[in-house]
């Protein structure tokens, strides 16, 4: 599809709803905007809630590092189960007295699930094997060998604890992009020897490396939006390209800089002062901006040049 002058272009922050599946909520949003370009920023499961980023039209050139970007989450912990997909809509496996397990317990092992860790990805994931998507063969019965993957836990924090037969823990997690909440749940019953599963998932935040990004307190539900589409002011909830830049580092150009980005060639770097100094938190990039914040680029620092990834004008 061609976009037009005024396909709606930015960034839309849904709380998504349990019983909806991401492409559900991108299907949703691409009818009410009367737009085919709409893409997420990262996959929520159907049982899951919370900030889901949406972005329509140039926005969805940007979704890759938003989808790379770091998630926070909410999380409740079912200890003494174990099931099929890690969480509790899959098939029970195991079921045992747990009552032994007290937040002590929990407090002492969390320090052995924040930083690089390792995770085999779950069955149910979205991950390819041989050209199929693992969840595709787990509904057929069939589990393959995974490679064990790397993902960071910047924050792992107890929040509450429910004892019991089947204890239960909340949890608060910042992570990296790529990681398995699920597994992780699994994980921590495994390391106390009594299994567990994911009871609960919400996602608050999606951003950089600080308190940049988009919070739950910026999302609307889907009951909202439909009202809102209903007035006709839908382009009023749409965040600027400029404005959901997770803090990278903005650089204003003059018109001759822009020229030359515009033509896809890069600027000398030494016309901004201190370059290497600036805190680049996404994939070491800067936004290069014009004197309305507009934005205009996505541009990487090489061999004193500043060389656009992606143009936007």
Known sequence: MTPSLSEPTGFLVLDKPAGMTSHDLVAVVRKLFHTKRVGHTGTLDPDATGVMVLCLGKATRLAEYLTAARKRYTTEVLFGVQTTTQDLSGEMILTIDASSINQDQILLLLSQ??????QIPPMVSALHHN??????????????EREPRTVEIFQLDLHGFTPGIHPVAKFEIVCSSGTYIRTLASDLGDALGVGAAMKSLRRTWVGGE???GFPIEKAISLAQLRTISE???LSDLLIPLSDGLMGWPKLQLIEDQIREIGFGRGIDSTFFSGLEQLISPVLGSYALIDSSDRLIAIARLEGGMLTPE????
């Open 113 to 118: 699930f924040r930083g690089s860790i390792q």
């Open 131 to 144: 050209g199929k998507r693992l969840y595709e063969l787990a509904r057929q019965g069939i589990t393959v």
């Open 210 to 212: 600080s308190t940049d």
């Open 231 to 233: 007035a006709g002011i």
């Open 310 to 313: 992606k143009v936007f004008i």
